[in-house]
């Protein structure tokens, strides 16, 4: 059973740095993108940070270009985003996605086809102060 797992969400001051995991089980990475989405209160999910598994190549929602990294480690079988510069408006709870298939590798898509990804995690909460 594929299973994903987020962790390290919590709460911080605007400016501050939090680092995000997603831990699959149930299969490998060896092949499929990894997605990173945010939800923030009374707002729809939104796309954050994507990457392919080989290869490594990242896409980002502008919202969040040069502030958040998207990363992974083979051997954890893990992706993170890395937040830095975190503002008030960066609080949400944070989901990982994943698709085993080939999906458009563009922002825009991402966005608006959630329903094509195959696994979510169960989320976590980021809140940061002003």
């Known amino acids: 059973q594929v299973q994903l797992v987020e962790s390290g969400g919590g709460l911080v001051q605007a400016g501050d740095s939090l680092r995000l995991s997603c831990a699959l089980s149930?299969?490998?990475?060896?092949?499929?993108?990894m997605g990173w989405f945010r939800q923030a209160p009374v707002k729809e999910r939104e796309f954050v940070a994507a990457?392919?598994?080989?290869?490594?190549?990242?896409i980002y929602a502008d919202s969040v270009k040069v502030r958040f990294t998207i990363s992974r480690d083979n051997a954890k079988n893990t992706v993170y985003l890395q937040m830095n510069s975190l503002k008030a408006e960066d609080t949400a709870v944070y989901y990982c996605?994943?698709?085993?298939?080939?999906?458009?590798?563009?922002?825009?898509?991402?966005?608006?086809?959630?329903?094509?990804?195959?696994?979510w995690g169960q989320g976590t909460q980021v809140t940061v102060s002003s």
């Open positions: 996605a994943a698709v085993f298939r080939l999906v458009p590798f563009i922002s825009s898509w991402w966005d608006h086809h959630q329903k094509e990804l195959n696994y």
């Open positions: 149930g299969r490998t990475f060896s092949s499929g993108v």
């Open positions: 990457l392919k598994w080989s290869g490594g190549s990242t």
